[in-house]
C-alpha cells in the first residue's frame, strides 16, 4: 500500500518580523534578522515554509548583573563595560543583542536616568553591528520614561522595546511608532492575554511588521510547559488565519534556566545524581531553549554563549529540509 | 475517536441482562464509548458485532508492554499529537545501547546505578539496548547484561539465528527485539512470538514499512514497535510527525503502534538535543549513546514535563512536613501544596541546615500567586486552619513565616489564629539568606 503523505493545508502563516536597520534603510546595523513567517509547523518544511532559522540573541546587561557566579569566568572581564560587553557577545556570535536596562531600576542605588539609559544604547549601537532588543528595568512607571528616551536615541535603528503589558502599553507603543521601532507584548501565559495585547497594540495603530510576542517562558522543570502549550496553540491559531495569534514569539531561555537551582548550584549544593555545576547549567539552558524551539519559538534569549552554541549547532540539523 | 455510545448500542444484544456488571445496554455502551469498559465484559455479543466494535473501538496507537516486574515499559496508546488537547500518556522510555565488544558487565552496571533525584522525583534511565557484532559475542553480551540489570533490554541484531540466540537467554524478561526487515521478518516473528516480546520493524522509509508491517500483521504478530529507518533529526521528526498524525487522524492501521528513534549526535550534549525533540514528538522509545550526567538530567526533566497532564495540577498532600530533626523550637514556614512550590521551597529550606516545620497548605495544587489571587491562600481560609492545627502541639511558640509576595494576607492571618507572621522572602532563592539573618542559621 502506498504512503500517502497526511499534509495538514494551512491558510495563514506567523507574521514575519524585520529587526534592525541597515544604512540603505535609514540605520546602521550591519545586517538586519528576519522573525517568523513560517507557514508550518514548527520543523515540518514537508508542509509549509521556513524562510527564516530561528534568531539567537544573547542577554546582557547595562551593569555588572546579578548572575551566578559561573558566569565571572565568561563576561567578568566586560559586564563593568557595556559596549564592551556587547561587542564581546557579538564576536561570540549572537544574531541579537539584547539589553537589559537593569541599572534603570528605581528600587537600586544610583538608579540611571533615562538619559543615562539611552547614552549606554546610543554607544552600544555606535560600537556594534548586530540589531538591538532592549527591555527595561520592569517597572511600569520607569519602564515608560527609559523606553522613551532609549527610542529616541535610536530613532531609525529598527530596534525592539520591551517589554508592553495589558496595563502598561500605551506609552511604549507610542515610543514605538514615533522611533519607528519594534514592540515586545508580555502576557503572562495566557492564550486570551496574549491575543487581547496583540489587538489593544494594533487598535492603537502598531503596524503588525512591528508586534513580536513574548508568552512569558517557564524555565526547564519549572512550568516550561505551561508555556509550551501556550505557544503551541498560538502557533495553530496563527496557522488556522487568527492574525492576533500570529506574531513571531520570543522565548527567555536563558534568565528563566538560571533561575534554577538545577542550573546554579555547585556541586556540593547539588541533588543526587546532578554532577558538576557548569555542564549541568549549560545543558539546562540548552534543553529549555531547544524544547521552546519544539512549540514555535521564533527568537531565544541565550545567557550562556556554550548554551547559545549548542543550540545554534543543533538548529542546523533541525532546519535540513523534510519534504518528502 | 470511535463511536458514539449510541452507534455502539445499536450493535449490542440489548437484552439488559445486566451480566456486564451495568443495569442496561445502554449504561454499558456508554462506557464502552468512554473506555470505562471492554467489550469481552458483555457474554452475549455477537461474532459480527464484536468484530464491527473492536476494530472502531480500538485505541489508534495500540498499547505495547515491555520488560518484566518493576520494570515494565509501557509504549503507545497515546490519543492527541498536542499535549492540551488531553494529555500524553506513557513517557518515551530513555534506552543506553552498549555494544557486544565493549566491557558490557562494567557498562550496564554504570547505567543500572544512574539516578537523578529533584524535586521529589527520581529519575531513571528504562532499558539497555545490546548491539550485537556477531552471534556468539552477541549472547553474551545479553548474558551479562542480564545478570547485571533489570531494567528493559532492547536486543539489537538483524541476524536471525544470532537474535535467536540471544532471545534465548532472556525469554522470560520480555525484551523488545531489534530489528525485523524485508529479508527476516519471518523468522523474526517466530522469534518474538515463541518469548512474546515486542519486535521492531524497521522500514527503509515510510512506505516501505507499511509493506513490512502488513507483512508482519499477516504473519499474526500485532506487538510491534515502528522504525521508519530515518537516522537524519528533521526527517525523523517528519516521520514520527506522519506516524503519529495519520494513526490519529486516519485511524491508519500500520501506523497504529508506538515508534522508536535512535540518536546520532557525537556530541553528548548535542545527543541530548536531538533526543528531546523526539522525546516531543512523538517517540516512544529513544535509544542513546551517552551517559553524561548532564545530559541526561535535563533530557530526563524534560520528559517529565512534557508528560505532565495538563488538566491537573499536580499536588503534595496538604499538611505540616519536618524538615531535618525538628524540636519544638524550630521555625515553621507555610507554602502552598502545588507540588512545585512545595519542592522548591522545601529544598532551600533543607539547604539552610536548620530544622524547620514546612506546611504544605491545600490550595488544590495552585501556586502562591495563583492561589492568593484565587483566595485559597490567603488569612481567611489560613487563619483558622493554623488555629486548629496541629502545629500548635509540635512547637512552642506562635510565629509563622510566610511568602514575602503574600506579605498583605499578615494582618489577617494574625487575626484569625493568634499567630504572629514573619513576612519571608518573595522567592524560595532568598530563604538562605533570609534564614541566616532572621534566624541565625
Same mark, same amino acid.
Given at each position: 500500500?502506498?504512503?500517502?503523505?497526511?499534509?495538514?493545508? +494551512?491558510?495563514?502563516?506567523?507574521?514575519?518580523?524585520?529587526?534592525? /536597520?541597515?544604512?540603505?534603510?535609514?540605520?546602521?546595523?550591519?545586517?538586519?534578522?528576519?522573525?517568523?513567517?513560517?507557514?508550518?509547523?514548527?520543523?515540518?518544511?514537508?508542509?509549509?515554509?521556513?524562510?527564516?532559522?530561528?534568531?539567537?540573541? +544573547? @542577554?546582557?546587561?547595562?551593569?555588572?548583573?546579578? %548572575?551566578?557566579?559561573?558566569?565571572? @569566568?565568561? +563576561?567578568?572581564?566586560? %559586564?563593568? &563595560?557595556?559596549?564592551?560587553w556587547a561587542k564581546k557577545?557579538? @564576536?561570540?556570535?549572537?544574531?541579537?543583542? +539584547?539589553?537589559?536596562?537593569?541599572?534603570?531600576?528605581?528600587?537600586?542605588?544610583?538608579?540611571?536616568?533615562?538619559?543615562?539609559?539611552?547614552?549606554?544604547?546610543?554607544?552600544?549601537?555606535?560600537?556594534? *553591528?548586530?540589531?538591538?532588543?532592549?527591555?527595561?528595568?520592569?517597572?511600569?512607571?520607569?519602564?515608560? &520614561?527609559?523606553?522613551?528616551?532609549?527610542?529616541?536615541?535610536? /530613532?531609525?535603528?529598527?530596534?525592539?522595546?520591551?517589554?508592553?503589558?495589558?496595563?502598561?502599553?500605551?506609552?511604549?507603543?507610542? /515610543?514605538?511608532?514615533?522611533?519607528?521601532?519594534?514592540?515586545?507584548?508580555?502576557?503572562?501565559?495566557?492564550?486570551?492575554?496574549?491575543?487581547?495585547?496583540?489587538?489593544?497594540?494594533?487598535?492603537?495603530?502598531?503596524?503588525?511588521?512591528?508586534?513580536?510576542?513574548?508568552?512569558?517562558?517557564?524555565?526547564?522543570?519549572?512550568?516550561?510547559?505551561?508555556?509550551?502549550?501556550?505557544?503551541?496553540?498560538?502557533? %495553530? *491559531?496563527?496557522?488556522? *488565519?487568527?492574525?492576533?495569534?500570529?506574531?513571531?514569539?520570543?522565548?527567555?531561555?536563558?534568565?528563566?534556566?538560571?533561575?534554577?537551582?538545577?542550573?546554579?548550584?555547585?556541586?556540593e549544593d547539588a541533588g543526587p545524581g546532578w554532577g558538576e555545576q557548569k555542564p549541568r547549567g549549560i545543558m539546562w539552558e540548552a534543553m529549555t531553549a531547544a524544547a521552546l524551539l519544539q512549540a514555535g519559538g521564533d527568537l531565544v534569549l541565550m545567557r550562556h554563549p556554550e548554551a547559545a552554541k549548542l543550540v545554534k549547532k543543533h538548529l542546523e540539523g533541525l532546519m535540513v529540509s523534510n519534504a518528502y | 475517536m470511535g463511536l458514539t455510545g449510541l452507534a455502539i448500542f445499536r450493535l449490542l !444484544?440489548?437484552?439488559?441482562?445486566?451480566?456486564?456488571?451495568?443495569? $442496561?445496554?445502554? #449504561?454499558?455502551?456508554?462506557?464502552?464509548?468512554?473506555?470505562? #469498559? $471492554?467489550?469481552?465484559?458483555?457474554?452475549?455479543?455477537?461474532?459480527? =458485532?464484536?468484530?464491527?466494535?473492536?476494530?472502531?473501538?480500538? !485505541?489508534p496507537i495500540k498499547l505495547v508492554k515491555a520488560g518484566t516486574g518493576d520494570n515494565v515499559l509501557e509504549m503507545g496508546d497515546e490519543q492527541v499529537l498536542f499535549r492540551h488537547d488531553k494529555t500524553f500518556y506513557h513517557p518515551t522510555g530513555i534506552f543506553i545501547e552498549v555494544a557486544d565488544t565493549d566491557d558490557v558487565a562494567a557498562k550496564v552496571a554504570e547505567i543500572d546505578a544512574l539516578k537523578f533525584e529533584r524535586v521529589g522525583q527520581t529519575y531513571v534511565v528504562d532499558g539497555v539496548a545490546i548491539k550485537g557484532s556477531a552471534a556468539d559475542s552477541f549472547k553474551k553480551a545479553v548474558e551479562a547484561a542480564a545478570a547485571k540489570t533489570n531494567k528493559v533490554l532492547l536486543l539489537m541484531s538483524e541476524d536471525p539465528a544470532a537474535m535467536e540466540a540471544a532471545a534465548a537467554v532472556v525469554a522470560d524478561r520480555k525484551p523488545i527485539l531489534y530489528a525485523a526487515n524485508a529479508d527476516n521478518c519471518e523468522k523474526m516473528v517466530e522469534i518474538a512470538k515463541k518469548i512474546n516480546a515486542p519486535l521492531v520493524v524497521k522500514g527503509k522509509n515510510l512506505e516501505d514499512l507499511v509493506a513490512l508491517v502488513e507483512k508482519v500483521v499477516g504473519l499474526g504478530y500485532k506487538e510491534l514497535i515502528l522504525d521508519s529507518g530515518e537516522r537524519e533529526t528533521s526527517k525523523v521528526l517528519a516521520d514520527l510527525t506522519q506516524i503519529r498524525r495519520q494513526a490519529i487522524k486516519k485511524r491508519f492501521r500500520p501506523f497504529g503502534y508506538p515508534a522508536i528513534a535512535f540518536? $546520532?549526535?557525537?556530541? !553528548?550534549?548535542?545527543? =541530548?538535543?536531538?533526543?528531546?525533540?523526539?522525546?516531543?514528538?512523538?517517540?516512544?522509545?529513544?535509544?542513546m549513546k551517552h551517559t553524561d550526567l548532564a545530559s541526561l538530567l535535563t533530557l530526563f526533566s524534560w520528559r517529565n514535563n512534557i508528560y505532565t497532564d495538563p488538566q491537573k495540577p499536580i499536588a503534595v498532600q496538604p499538611g505540616v512536613y519536618a524538615i531535618g530533626a525538628v524540636t519544638p523550637d524550630s521555625p515553621v514556614y507555610i507554602t502552598t501544596n502545588f507540588s512545585l512550590t512545595y519542592y522548591t521551597v522545601a529544598t532551600e529550606v533543607e539547604a539552610t541546615r536548620l530544622p524547620s516545620y514546612l506546611i504544605a497548605f491545600d490550595t488544590d495544587g495552585l501556586s502562591v500567586m495563583t492561589a492568593w489571587a484565587g483566595g485559597k491562600f490567603i488569612g481567611e481560609t489560613i487563619g483558622p486552619w493554623l488555629k486548629d492545627s496541629d502545629i500548635n502541639q509540635k512547637v512552642n511558640h506562635k510565629k509563622l513565616i510566610i511568602p514575602g509576595g503574600v506579605a498583605a494576607i499578615k494582618g489577617k492571618i494574625e487575626e484569625l489564629s493568634g499567630w504572629e507572621v514573619i513576612v519571608g522572602p518573595r522567592e524560595a532563592s532568598g530563604i538562605g539568606s533570609f534564614a541566616k539573618l532572621r534566624l541565625g542559621a
Open positions: 500500500m502506498p504512503v500517502e503523505i497526511l499534509k495538514e493545508k +494551512y491558510t495563514g502563516k506567523v507574521q514575519e518580523v524585520v529587526l534592525g /536597520a541597515t544604512k540603505e534603510e535609514g540605520g546602521t546595523r550591519a545586517y538586519t534578522v528576519k522573525l517568523g513567517g513560517s507557514s508550518t509547523l514548527p520543523f515540518l518544511q514537508f508542509e509549509g515554509e521556513i524562510p527564516n532559522r530561528p534568531v539567537i540573541a +544573547y @542577554e546582557m546587561w547595562d551593569i555588572k548583573p546579578d %548572575w551566578p557566579d559561573c558566569f565571572e @569566568e565568561v +563576561y567578568g572581564d566586560v %559586564w563593568n &563595560d557595556p559596549v564592551a557577545i557579538e @564576536e561570540l556570535g549572537a544574531d541579537v543583542i +539584547y539589553l537589559k536596562l537593569k541599572g534603570a531600576d528605581p528600587e537600586l542605588e544610583n538608579s540611571k536616568t533615562p538619559d543615562e539609559c539611552a547614552k549606554v544604547v546610543k554607544a552600544i549601537l555606535e560600537n556594534t *553591528g548586530a540589531p538591538l532588543m532592549v527591555e527595561g528595568p520592569g517597572n511600569p512607571d520607569k519602564d515608560n &520614561d527609559v523606553l522613551q528616551a532609549v527610542g529616541e536615541a535610536a /530613532a531609525g535603528e529598527n530596534i525592539a522595546l520591551g517589554v508592553a503589558e495589558k496595563d502598561n502599553y500605551r506609552s511604549i507603543a507610542a /515610543a514605538c511608532m514615533m522611533g519607528k521601532h519594534c514592540i515586545v507584548g508580555r502576557s503572562p501565559v495566557d492564550i486570551n492575554i496574549l491575543k487581547q495585547l496583540n489587538i489593544m497594540l494594533t487598535e492603537m495603530g502598531v503596524s503588525p511588521e512591528k508586534i513580536i510576542n513574548d508568552p512569558l517562558t517557564g524555565g526547564l522543570g519549572y512550568g516550561i510547559e505551561y508555556s509550551y502549550s501556550i505557544m503551541e496553540r498560538a502557533r %495553530w *491559531g496563527a496557522l488556522i *488565519g487568527d492574525k492576533m495569534m500570529a506574531f513571531p514569539v520570543v522565548c527567555l531561555a536563558g534568565p528563566e534556566a538560571w533561575r534554577a537551582k538545577e542550573a546554579y548550584a555547585p556541586i | !444484544p440489548k437484552t439488559n441482562c445486566g451480566e456486564c456488571g451495568v443495569p $442496561t445496554c445502554m #449504561a454499558f455502551a456508554m462506557n464502552l464509548a468512554s473506555g470505562k #469498559a $471492554t467489550l469481552s465484559d458483555c457474554p452475549h455479543v455477537s461474532d459480527a =458485532a464484536k468484530e464491527a466494535l473492536e476494530s472502531a473501538t480500538a !485505541p540518536t $546520532t549526535e557525537e556530541d !553528548p550534549y548535542l545527543e =541530548a538535543l536531538q533526543a528531546q525533540v523526539y522525546v516531543s514528538k512523538f517517540a516512544s522509545v529513544v535509544v
